[in-house]
């Protein structure tokens, strides 16, 4: 590899900042899949700073067709982030707002057009510069400000007759593609060492925990009674305890920090249902509820939030505990919330019966669950009677198998783990 030499450059001197090839189409009118599967195969950018600018997946048809794209760099103006899609998409039209980047020099776009690790490279270079504290909503990093932007890149020296793309005074340059390539290998490597040493801090964690319960489960596990429940025994749902405010009217904010640690809970299938932190001092503090089941009608998923939360109302409920003897189960040991949770998607979510065309509902309350439980002697505490018998929860068989769950789950995030730009 020769001598790199590091060079600036202006972004409009680079790149061609294009929003000629949009879909005019408005998002509510077309049929948008949260998941890439069956036919929806081609993603849906718009102005958005989460999963690489993916809002959605969309099926093909001659209009999609005729936008779709491959292989190009895309800018969204108000997060001034870039993002790189080796992947079929289309771009949605925000009114100039998210932007293709086209290659001025048909040299640079020969290397963009085959060369991965470049255009990440690039796109991170890009988002460093213009996601900074210098734009925000008063200071758009429009196009034309951004184009001002200089950046630095690697860059070889070449010969006589050999392809450059840049010329000054009277020396050619290239794009150093194999230093960069190898400063991205390097740093993704890190990058999965690092990822994989957080992995195996949250295996050992759960591993530690599960230790404390192993007595309790080889104890309990040769006495369980299987026996079932329908949901609307156990649970109820309310929205007493609801927002009443309309999502749109808060100022949300993404973390929490001194002023905003209440967690907005949504119909949302992710982040927990959780969609933002809403400001402490407009949230009245008689709703506000901690260490407990919520359950949307819309995707059917539980959460179990242990962090302090309001709900919004409307296709959001909490599951509140009926039995007060259950509830003091569940409230000394949490892991018993995280083991319920997952067997209400076992039927919500993941058998497929419910969905936009059929709405939970007061369905739920019908639906059934089986749960381990423990006969107990005259005079010891129980929750549940049947035939003149008494049952109580087999609490540390259930935390035993649910943490055995999560030491299993973060060691398959070890084996498989790969870091993907």
């Known amino acids: ?75 969204s103006m108000h997060f001034g982030l870039c993002f790189y899609h080796n992947y079929d998409f289309v771009l949605m039209d925000t009114h100039g707002s998210v932007f293709r980047l086209l290659a001025n020099n048909i040299n640079l776009k020969k290397i963009l057009d ?29 196009s034309s400000r951004v184009g001002r932007e200089l950046i630095l890149l690697p860059c070889l020296e070449v010969g006589e007759g050999e392809e450059y793309i840049w010329e000054e005074n009277g020396k050619h340059y290239t794009l150093a593609v194999e230093y960069i390539k190898k400063l991205m290998d390097e740093a993704k490597e890190l990058r999965e060492q690092k990822t994989i040493r957080l992995y195996e801090a949250e295996r050992a964690k759960y591993e530690a925990e599960r230790a ?15 026996k079932k429940f329908k949901l609307g025994e156990l649970f109820d749902r309310s929205t007493k305890l609801a927002l009443g405010a309309n999502q749109k009217d808060l100022n949300l904010v993404e973390q929490p920090d001194s002023e905003h640690s209440i967690a907005l809970i949504s119909a949302s299938r992710s982040g927990s249902g959780r969609v933002g932190y809403i400001e402490d001092d407009l949230v009245d503090k008689n709703i506000i509820s901690i260490n407990k089941l919520t359950f949307d009608d819309q995707w059917g998923f539980t959460f179990f939030q242990q962090e302090p939360f309001v709900i919004t ?109």
């Not at 892991?335 to 509902?361: A, C, E, P, Q, R």
Request: charged share 25%.
């Open 212 to 226: 404390k319960y192993e007595a309790g489960y080889k104890r309990e596990r040769d006495s369980l009674v299987w």
């Open 114 to 142: 085959v060369e991965d690790s470049v255009n990440y490279f690039i796109s991170m270079i890009i988002t460093h510069v213009c996601s900074n504290d210098i734009y925000n909503y008063s200071w758009l990093p429009n």
């Open 313 to 421: 109302g409307g296709h959001n409920a909490i599951l509140e505990i009926k039995d007060e003897n259950l509830k003091k189960h569940l409230d000394c040991n949490l892991f018993t919330y995280s083991f319920l949770s997952l067997l209400i998607n076992k039927i919500t979510v993941k058998s497929d019966i419910f969905g936009y065309g059929y709405k939970i509902n007061n369905k739920l309350d019908r639906e059934l669950i089986l749960l381990p439980c423990l006969e107990v002697g005259e005079g010891e505490e129980y929750i549940w009677e049947e035939n003149g018998k008494h049952y109580t929860l087999a609490v540390e068989y259930i935390s035993y198998v649910y943490l055995t769950g999560r030491v299993n789950y973060n060691q398959k995030r070890i084996d498989n783990y790969t870091y993907q730009y």
């Open 1 to 75: 590899m020769g001598n790199i030499t590091w060079k600036s450059f202006r972004l409009d001197n680079l790149f061609t900042f294009d929003s000629g090839n949009q879909l005019s189409l408005n998002k509510k009118a077309l049929d948008v899949s949260d998941d890439k599967s069956g036919e929806y195969t081609v993603a849906l950018i718009t102005q958005s700073e989460k999963n690489n600018g993916i809002s959605g997946y969309l099926a093909e048809n001659d209009e999609i067709s005729s936008k779709k794209m491959k292989r190009y760099l895309t800018y």
